[in-house]
Structures are given as C-alpha cells and as structure tokens.
Nanobody
Framework: QVQLVESGGGLVQAGGSLRLSCAASGRTFSRYAMGWFRQAPGKEREFVAGISWSGGSTSYADSVKGRFTISRDNAKNTVYLQMNNLKHEDTAVYYC????????????????WGQGTQVTVSS
C-alpha cells in the first residue's frame, strides 16, 4: 500500500528556514502529483503547495508564495518543501499527500496522507 513518511520538522525562530521531506513507497512515485498541507491548532487543514507528477507544474497558497518552494526527486521517491522566512503563523502540523489518479495535476482530491511533522515557529 502507499506509504508517506514526513521528516524535517522542528522548532525555528521567525525568519528562519526548514526543509521538509516526504519519502513515498508502495507504488510508482513518478506518476503521481504530490502536495503539502498543514493544520494549525483549532483550524482546518489547508493546502500549502502542490507539484505535478513530472515536476513541471507547481501551485502555492497565497500565504506562502515567494517563501516556500516545493520540489521532487523522482529517483529518490521524495518530495520536498523548502520553507524560508518562516513566520509564527506558519506553525502547524505539515502533511504530505498524494493523489490516486496518475498523471494528474496538483489540484484535486488527495487520497493518501502521511502522519505529519510538527513545525513550530517562535516569534
């Protein structure tokens, strides 16, 4: 079955950077779009960034544009989220997810989810 394992979260000061990784297994990674989502305490889970199966198309939430970068290495079955200039409001559990439909774009329903990694930004 599809497994997604996130890593790289932690505590960082405002203005700092973190790089999240998500290792995927259980199917042909390179055929599927990947996304990052986050959920802050008391809030609903929200879309952060997505990347197409080839890496040629990306999308971002307005709140992270210009600060976060999503990328993927299909040879390593891994998707990354580089987060720069972090703000206190970026504090959340970050989840990696993938779609069930192959060769789709980053928009749409995500079916498989990782367990999440905590990112805490101190102000």
């Amino acid at each position: 079955q599809v497994q997604l394992v996130e890593s790289g979260g932690g505590l960082v000061q405002a203005g700092g950077s973190l790089r999240l990784s998500c290792a995927a297994s259980g199917r042909t990674f390179s055929r599927y779009a990947m996304g990052w989502f986050r959920q802050a305490p008391g809030k609903e889970r929200e879309f952060v960034a997505g990347i197409s199966w080839s890496g040629g198309s990306t999308s971002y939430a307005d709140s992270v544009k210009g600060r976060f970068t999503i990328s993927r290495d299909n040879a390593k079955n891994t998707v990354y989220l580089q987060m720069n200039n972090l703000k206190h409001e970026d504090t959340a559990v970050y989840y990696c997810a993938t779609r069930s439909i192959p060769f789709g774009d980053p928009a749409g329903v995500y079916k498989y989810w990782g367990q999440g990694t905590q990112v805490t930004v101190s102000s």
